[in-house]
């Protein structure tokens, strides 16, 4: 998806990976249902934790993503061991992280957090969208497209096509550049909207990444 241009993220990769990997060893050794969901969460952390660099929020992640509403006790140890241990690999791979630099923290103030409440329901109603739209589009290429290889084909030439009326590559990949530049300087307001939507045609398509 990266190589060729997808508007993809990289977290749903690694956790799909470890989780898939992590399962290989339920059966070897003989692992019960609750001792198997603690694998994958245990996974999940891991591979949350290691791609971004923040194992704290990776084992949170797992916990959380794995049960949605309830939180597994037994699983809490294993699942931050894992992001840890996971982290440091990939450090001694000598892996780089983006970092992302904040050049203030603003005060506590009512007005501050009167915004960062409608901030906060503005991003919900942007997850909202983006998770609706994404399961329309979907829908709606293996309906018009029954042969499953054929869809990120057609998706692929779809963002090709985009992306050259557009002019810019702006859009596609992970998009770090732009949310570097977003911590100094102001962006146009559409940014956020044209990333969206390269990203719902890129995933409803088949193409895989940070759904």
Known sequence: THLFGG????????????????????????????????????????????????????????????????????????????????????????????????????????????YAIIAGIAFGWCAAIFSKTIHFTSSVFKLKIKFAPFRPLVGGVIVALAIGAIGTTKYIGLGIPTIVASFNEQLPAYDFALKMAFTILTLAAGFKGGE
Do not use: C
């Open 7 to 114: 508007s993809a993220g990289r977290e749903g990769t690694a956790l799909q990976m470890a989780g898939a990997i992590a399962d290989q060893f339920s059966k070897p050794f003989r692992l019960i249902e609750s001792e198997r969901k603690i694998l994958i969460i245990a996974a999940i952390a891991a591979g949350f934790g290691s791609v971004f660099g923040t194992p704290l929020a990776g084992a949170i992640f797992g916990l959380e993503v794995f049960l949605v509403g309830r939180l597994k006790y037994d699983a809490i140890f294993p699942a931050f061991a894992s992001a840890i241990i996971a982290d440091l690999v990939t450090k001694l791979w000598q892996t780089q992280h983006t970092h992302y630099h904040i050049h203030f923290i603003p005060n506590i103030s009512v007005l501050n957090i009167i």
